[in-house]
């Protein structure tokens, strides 16, 4: 079960034509497959597409009654290859997943697929992550798409847009025999908007009724002779195909007035900053109509040099919008030129950064100094000499940065504190991290771990380390990336290579940091998908001869003894332990209302809780260094002698225990108290508790009355 | 297209200024999506074409994160709206806490011209202020006058706490407060109804918008009073939840008559000293009484009278008696070093039970049941040991390590049983002997070795002399981090010897004390040690 359940806003998905749709981009997404006769679906989740992923699983049974089948895919990979249904049944099918790094991860399927092409309408939506808020290395599909020949949409960021993108992207395949990419940028998977709907369509062939009749043509497989006759319909049937689809059916808009000196050539995806700069400058007007004539690029590849040539007729320069690097659209629109022998003035990386994401202001330094540069006359006054806003105030020094790090009461948060006091005892390791929540361990208060090389690759990427040496190489791998592709590429590659690595398996029941979808391993039962197939049978199954299941990773002192024993144990081969913890984010969702109906229902409820004793604490944070817990924080002492802010648990603490274990595991201070609040105690409970209770009362009267003390204590 | 004619180069579409742009700048998971939701549903529901994105992934997780709107009254057509805020193009800027509305303006999201901020005045701690092993606080009052500058309306105000006050979740206060600051064109009428459409929590909901509305529009004192107040270092930090009531004031010292006679004694010796060393006098001295007994207190009360006749000598009268006041502070904090007996009598005191429910808002009916947390050494069994007993036992390893094996073990502790408790109990009754104990010894020595080098450095450098005194911040802790405390100490009072002598002493002295304070392991200091010795053993050679 994901993070965020999307039951209420699929219920829209039913909506029929005329009806208006709101709400999120994604959603707009599914419910255009629905509306294009989808026939089967699947991918794998990750911002910013995993709330995509997530409404299509609250959609299963909308989507069973349609004849189309879901499949949550184990990895990029496993989705693109599910697209060869549409090699050669008619079907329609579609995909998604985050790129760039999925789309690595799929590009071998994608480029057999693109090779032997589709008969039915093969839609992959990536979710672009770049710019703000992305968390990957900062590169473009574009290249994909190249590669493959594999067209790309890039529609403008609104659902009218983004819905009839997903029409053509089907129709643009059929009509070509190619794969289509649609590219979603990250704001535009959250925007909200309306659009209005049209009918849900059953799928003309289902995938069941496939089975009945299989069908097969050996031209269709990457194998030689084909694979030769591949490339050369590529040049010579599909892209002409595509080019007169685009074209014959207007997929590029162009907008503004006819005649003009200067235009705008952008992608689509660029569209809302480019006329919010003009808009700026005085030559748009709310609903875009804009002075300044522009071709946005809805399809972004193929480019369609007949559209771009006419745009640019009866023009002195035309600016080109592209966003990231390299600039593979500008130097294809160059190159056109440069062909025609066109003489037209081109701008373009230069007046736009070549890196980077075009925000509002880059947008609009850019076009502006376009416009000076070639059409001055167009600018009114206040842009020609604006009065840009003042020096803003240096608070770098002031504001702390604030990276994204471990949940309050995450499960992974002790894993690392015990491995930071393992390294206290036997000095540094190397150490290779993984993706997902784990790897907020490079960052303080841990700060370990020195690579991430890809999903499920951690223990992989410390292959040349196997051989061993003074100190073992430890590696991370959390259960999302042991599933997409850690088994086989990680662990394999350690046991067939005789590794002497020590690899640390955490295990939170989900894939936690695309949004808490369930995975192979997760131990809720799951009506649709086989779960609680447990880590530690698959390591033994591949042949790890030295597995630990850890079940409660809060035990930090168990943790440390257990990696201390991976790293001086003297058995041969890979040692791998399970540390297992359910997310603390998925598991507070799961059991807060269970636990509130059943304090209402008078049955016996015991909820941990952690405080400090400010007087005790010293103020001197060895604690924090060992957590980064959000609700273990600061606060002022009352006591006007002391300099230092003192430890405090706030009221957002779920009693997880990190904070006693570990000032119990590195002998901190015994500043820290758990205070059990038992709700609906037997009778048998609350009298043991109430004499107790009086003769403590009467003990601490006695002593009161012996001396001088302050009133309160805290 | 022929629309177009109707923008003329000189005159940008004046619909533009129609456009609400606002920008929620949190901290993950504080709900910064609900708001943007109520904000989406309100203006929908009164006549806007709305758009809002966020950008989510990873930063969800506890990082800072962003949300943006844009509203425009509804004609027939779509406007184009932007889906990211631009420098210097923001109506509305909500801050869900203190450093966030640091970074808007940092972003250039918060401009004079146009933009309301609307911040709360909490502070989430980031963790580099944290793990600073001294002071490590962001400095909210520099944030606070940069939006004095920058912005056109300032509304700062901790709406956090009303959000808990009302039992509900700082989205709520920050929807009042965007209500109360009548930014937007619509009745709070309009608000309240979006919450009670979104259904869930409504109650609390609309009680902490209720406050938060009234708050902003200025009706109620309370928190806009914050707006005038200098924050607490570091601005709000999470309340401290120590019960406070109204006939219980914390400082004040309790105890049978008899014994309170002594105390009056006490007080009306502290009343004699020259104002600002009684100030401070006057809470070691209940520090120390609290922590020993009336003896203790008067002990510290006649050092201090010695302390204060040298710096006369020294002409302190003209400097406050600077010296006597900072060493009135830092000798209490020494004087009251942190011992299992300490500890165990913290632990067991009257009426801490009483604020741990308190704290842990423990309704009628629910118990409390409550475990401590402590891992003893051979160290500290061997530190309560009578001074003679302590030293033979030290003096033998094999012993030492023999008495590690049975106490060197986490202990959890239900003290709210009475066997546990009475365990504990003993042992802070062994106050009534700690001035025989070994640690205590110690602790003595160690407190007149460092006084004397003060007052070595009084007379011929005042303002050494108290910097002197500050380094005793250094010690604090238990265990190792208390061997770690003592370890920079000593370094920090050889660094400040070699530098003695010098006009810039006193300076150094601070100096190496801050930089002992910036990490654990003491790298910065190793650090400006080697620059002292630079200098000093240049200079001798």
């Excluded at chain 1, 067939?496 to 995975?519: C, E, H, P, R």
Aim: proline content about 5%; overall charge neutral; some cysteine.
């Amino acid at each position: 079960m994901a993070e965020r359940s999307f039951k209420k806003e699929v219920e829209q998905l039913r909506i029929g034509a005329g009806d208006i749709f709101r709400g999120e981009g994604i959603l707009a997404i599914t419910k255009a497959l629905l509306e294009n006769g989808v026939g089967y679906v699947g991918g794998y989740q990750g911002a910013p597409i995993s709330h995509l992923m997530d409404v299509l699983a609250d959609a299963e049974e909308l989507m069973a009654e349609l004849g189309i089948r879901f499949e949550a895919n184990a990895s990029e990979a496993a989705a693109a290859a599910m697209l060869a249904a549409s090699v050669h049944y008619p079907i329609r099918g579609a995909v998604t997943f985050k790129s760039t790094v999925g789309t690595n991860v799929a590009s071998d399927a994608l480029a057999n697929l693109a090779s032997g092409g589709v008969t039915g309408g093969a839609l992959i939506i990536v979710g672009e992550d770049y710019g703000e808020g992305s968390s990957i290395m900062q590169e473009r599909s574009h290249a994909f798409a190249m590669k493959s020949q594999i067209w790309l949409l890039d529609p403008r960021p609104n659902l009218p847009s983004i819905t009839d993108a997903v029409r053509h992207g089907f129709a643009l395949s059929e009509a070509s025999n190619t794969p289509v990419m649609l590219q979603v940028r990250i704001r535009c998977c959250h925007v909200h908007g309306a659009f209005t709907a049209r009918d849900n369509q059953r799928p003309p062939l289902t995938v069941r009724d496939a089975l009945s009749n299989p069908r097969r043509d050996t031209n269709r497989i990457v194998l030689p002779p084909a694979s030769f006759r591949h490339e050369q319909e590529k040049i010579h049937t599909r892209w002409p195909a595509a080019v007169d689809y685009i074209t014959t059916h207007g997929l590029n808009e162009v907008f503004g007035p006819d005649e003009a000196r200067v235009g705008i050539v952008l992608q689509g995806g660029m569209y809302n900053a480019v006329i919010r700069a003009l808009q700026r400058l005085g030559l748009a007007d709310v609903y875009g109509d804009t002075d300044v004539p522009l071709y946005c690029l809805n399809v972004t590849y193929p480019l369609v040099d007949a559209e771009f040539l006419a745009f640019c007729g009866g023009k002195d320069a035309v600016l080109i919008v592209e966003e990231g690097q390299p600039d593979y659209i500008e130097q294809a629109l160059r190159a056109v030129l440069n062909k025609a022998g066109h003489g037209i003035k081109v701008s373009g990386k230069g007046v736009l950064p070549m890196a980077g994401e075009y925000t509002g202001q880059v947008m609009l330094d850019g076009i502006e100094s376009f416009l000076r540069q070639y059409a001055d006359d167009m600018l009114a006054d206040r842009a020609r000499a604006p009065n840009r806003p003042g020096p803003v105030p240096d608070l770098t020094r002031v504001v702390p940065g604030r990276p994204p790090g471990f949940c309050t009461g995450c499960p992974e948060r002790p894993i690392f504190a015990a491995m930071k006091l393992v390294e206290e005892e036997l000095g540094p390791h190397q150490i290779s991290a993984d993706i997902g929540c784990h790897l907020f361990s490079i960052m303080p208060p841990f700060e370990l771990g020195g690579t991430t090389m890809g999903y499920g690759l951690g223990p992989a990427s410390n292959a040349a380390f196997d051989g061993g040496g003074e100190r073992r190489p430890i590696s991370i791998m959390g259960d999302g990336g042991f599933w997409h592709n850690g088994l086989s590429s990680s662990i394999g590659n350690a046991v067939f290579n005789k590794s002497d690595g020590v690899t640390i398996i955490v295990d939170n029941y989900y894939s936690a940091a695309t949004g808490g979808q369930d995975i192979l391993s997760s131990r809720a039962g799951n009506p649709t998908k086989q779960t609680q197939n447990p880590i530690s049978r698959a390591l033994k199954g591949v042949g790890v001869g030295w597995v630990r299941q850890v079940d409660r990773t809060y035990d930090v002192s168990r943790m440390r003894k257990v990696l201390k024993e991976a790293l001086t144990t003297d058995h041969a081969g890979p040692k791998v332990i399970v540390a297992s913890s359910e997310c603390m984010l998925n598991r507070e969702r799961r059991e807060k209302p269970l636990l509130a109906q059943a304090i209402k229902d008078g049955r016996r409820v015991a909820r941990p809780k952690f405080g400090v004793d400010e007087e005790i604490c010293t103020g001197d944070h060895a604690c924090m260094r060992l957590s980064g817990c959000p609700s273990l924080t600061l606060k002022m002492p009352d006591d006007a002698l002391r300099d230092d802010p003192v430890a405090h648990i706030d009221q957002t603490c779920v009693g997880c225990g990190n904070c006693g274990e570990v000032a119990d595991a590195a002998v901190l201070c015994p500043s820290f108290y758990q205070a059990d609040l038992v709700h609906n105690p037997s009778r048998f409970e609350i009298g043991n508790a109430r004499w107790q209770r009086r003769a403590i009362d009467w003990l601490q009267n006695r002593r009161a009355g012996k001396r001088l003390a302050r009133e309160t204590v805290r | 297209m022929k629309d177009a004619a109707i923008v003329s180069p000189e005159m940008p579409d004046v619909r533009l200024d129609q456009i609400v742009k606002l920008a929620i700048m949190a901290v993950g998971g504080q709900g910064g999506g609900v708001l943007t939701d109520w904000i989406v549903d309100l203006a929908e529901g009164n006549g806007y074409a709305v758009q809002a994105t966020s950008v989510a992934g990873v930063a969800q997780r506890t990082g800072a994160t962003i949300y943006y709107v844009e509203m425009l009254p509804q004609s027939g057509r779509l406007p184009v709206l932007a889906l990211a805020p631009a420098e210097g193009d923001v109506d509305i800027l909500i801050a869900a806490e203190m450093m966030e509305a640091g970074r808007a303006i940092m972003r250039g999201f918060v401009t004079p011209d146009r933009t309301t901020l609307i911040a709360s005045s909490h502070r989430a701690l980031a963790i580099s202020e944290k793990i600073a092993p001294g002071m490590g606080l962001a400095d909210s009052d520099a944030v606070r006058k940069a939006a004095g500058e920058s912005a056109r309306r300032v509304i700062i105000f901790d709406m956090e706490t009303i959000a808990r006050e009302a039992g509900s979740v700082i989205s709520a206060s920050l929807f009042g407060a965007l209500a109360g600051s009548g930014t937007l064109p619509f009745p709070s009428e309009a608000y309240r109804e979006t919450i009670r459409a979104s259904g869930r929590g409504v109650g609390a909901s609309l009680k902490a918008f209720d406050m938060a509305l009234a708050a902003a529009a200025g009706e109620d004192a309370m928190p806009v009073g914050n707006l005038e107040d200098a924050p607490a270092p570091g601005g709000i930090l999470p309340l401290s939840a120590t019960p406070v009531d109204a006939e219980h004031e914390p400082g004040r010292i309790v105890g049978p008559d008899r014994l309170l006679r002594d105390w009056q004694a006490l007080i009306a010796r502290v009343a004699a000293l020259p104002g600002h060393v009684a100030a401070i006098a006057d809470l070691g001295l209940r520090k120390l009484v609290d922590y020993q007994d009336a003896a203790y207190g008067a002990a510290y009360l006649d050092r201090i009278d010695g302390l204060l006749r040298q710096d006369r000598a020294a002409g302190g009268a003209a400097k406050e008696f600077a010296f006597t006041a900072t060493a009135a502070k830092y000798l209490a904090n020494a004087m009251a070093y942190d011992d299992i007996l300490r500890v165990a009598d913290l632990k067991t005191r009257q009426g801490r039970h009483a604020r741990i429910s308190d704290e842990m808002r423990a309704t009628e009916g629910t118990l409390v049941q409550v475990t401590e947390y402590f891992h003893p050494g051979a160290a500290e069994a061997i530190s309560i040991m009578p001074r003679r007993l302590g030293l033979w036992v030290e003096g033998r390893a094999g012993l030492v390590r023999g008495l590690d094996r049975i106490v060197n073990r986490g202990q959890r502790l239900r003290t709210d049983r009475l066997a546990t408790f009475l365990a504990l109990y003993a042992i802070a009754g062994l106050r009534r002997w700690r001035r025989g104990l070994l640690r205590h010894d110690r602790e003595m020595a160690h407190i007149d070795g460092w006084l004397d080098v003060a007052l070595g450095r009084l007379p011929s450098d005042y303002r050494h002399a108290v910097e002197t005194l500050k380094v005793r911040r250094l010690i604090k802790g238990y265990s190792d981090t208390h061997a770690r405390g003592l370890s920079k100490f000593q370094r920090v009072m050889a660094g400040a010897e070699l530098v003695t002598g010098r006009d810039d002493a006193a300076d150094w002295t601070a100096r190496l004390v801050a930089a002992a304070l910036a990490d654990p392991k003491g790298a910065a200091l190793d650090g400006a040690l080697q620059t002292i010795r630079s200098f000093t053993t240049a200079g001798s050679a």
